[in-house]
């Protein structure tokens, strides 16, 4: 664990797609990195393989500990980290995460046309 002196964090811009990649931005308080995060990391960062903006934000912080992990390695080049598909797949909490998105359930996101619940029209 890192201390706090130091420690990588989200920073503005907020996460957005660019492209296929989506990207964001870390700081450790002294010097900002850009985080490009590629389709097919988004992808396989759980199941069903989606690449959307809902996903890259739900999954920042994870995409900030990877990218974290990259720059204390020295990993980072001119200001930029990427996070590949490889990144994803190697990373130990990647099992953890697909496991809790699958257990929550899959839920259409918003926007997208549902049926109406008996539940959802209790007050």
């Known amino acids: 664990m890192m201390s706090n002196d130091g420690e990588i964090q989200l920073c503005e811009p907020a996460p957005f797609v660019y492209f296929e990649n989506?990207?964001?931005?870390?700081?450790?308080?002294?010097?900002v990195w850009l985080v490009i995060i590629t389709c097919e990391a988004i992808?396989?960062?759980?199941?069903?393989p989606e690449m959307s903006l809902r996903r890259l934000v739900r999954f920042a912080e994870y995409y900030r500990d990877l990218a974290a992990a990259a720059i204390s390695r020295g990993e980072d080049i001119d200001g930029k980290v990427w996070v590949t598909e490889a990144t994803v797949l190697s990373s130990p909490r990647t099992l953890g995460v697909q496991s809790e998105l699958i257990s929550s359930g899959r839920r259409p996101p918003r926007g997208v046309r549902q049926e109406p619940a008996d539940a959802s029209h209790g007050a």
Do not use: N
Not at 22 to 31: E, I, P, R, Y
């Open 43 to 48: 992808k396989a960062t759980a199941s069903p």
């Open 22 to 31: 989506g990207q964001m931005a870390v700081t450790d308080g002294a010097s």
